[in-house]
T-cell receptor
């Protein structure tokens, strides 16, 4: 199946620092999604992007839909302990199948 | 509004046993999906449904069967469980494409299955 390359695989940061992660694809997408998953829970939608070049914010989170439509970026500003978790990107072209990245594990050190 | 509910949350099976995972959604969504999540592999699609009475294979369908007899329910069955099916299973649903925000999946909390 389609592979999404998500990086970095893991991050250890100090509380208050900014975080950046990205996702790249070998194919174009019409929709990019970013999810967060807490331990023992299901993924929860953070941001949805629908247009190339789109920049969308949700509180301290900002995500961008890459111009090439093959990548997306997620930034978290001024990290706090509750930001800990695994962040997933997902892409959809047309049709019914979403494709997921392998996740970025974020640890915030108080 | 419960969203997507999965039962059971945990289950331990012996090799060769059968079981069914139930997914229920109360959002009147057309599309429903079953994924499995394994360490380092992300979410992989097992089967999905584009409406009541329909099912389709995903990326890793072998060893699983599904049914969508009612719009709100999507069942995932394992006829003869194998240790390779030890995983966390997630159900998700999606609104019909005619609605805004349709290109978004809403997930359940997951079902952790261990096959001994």
């Amino acid at each position: 199946g389609q592979q999404l390359n998500q990086s970095p695989q893991s991050m250890f940061i100090q509380e208050g620092e900014d975080v950046s992660m990205n996702c790249t694809s070998s194919s174009i997408f019409n929709t990019w999604l970013w999810y967060k998953q807490d331990p023992g829970e299901g993924p929860v939608l953070l941001i949805a992007l629908y247009k190339a070049g789109e920049l969308t914010s949700n509180g301290r989170l900002t995500a961008q839909f890459g111009i090439t439509r093959k990548d997306s970026f997620l930034n978290i500003s001024a990290s706090i302990p509750s930001d800990v978790g695994i962040y997933f990107c997902a892409g959809l072209y047309t049709g019914n199948q979403f494709y997921f990245g392998t996740g970025t594990s974020l640890t915030v050190i108080p | 509004n419960a969203g997507v509910t999965q039962t059971p949350k945990f289950r331990v099976l012996k090799t060769g046993q059968s079981m069914t995972l139930l997914c229920a959604q109360d959002m009147n969504h057309e599309y429903m999906y079953w994924y499995r999540q394994d360490p380092g592999m992300g979410l992989r699609l097992i089967h999905y449904s584009v409406g009541e009475g329909t099912t389709a294979k995903g990326e890793v369908p072998d060893g699983y069967n599904v049914s969508r007899l009612k719009k709100q329910n999507f069942l995932l069955g394992l006829e003869s469980a194998a240790p390779s099916q030890t995983s966390v299973y997630f159900c998700a649903s999606r609104a019909d494409r005619a609605y805004s925000g349709a290109n978004v999946l809403t997930f359940g909390a997951g079902s952790r299955l261990t096959v001994l």
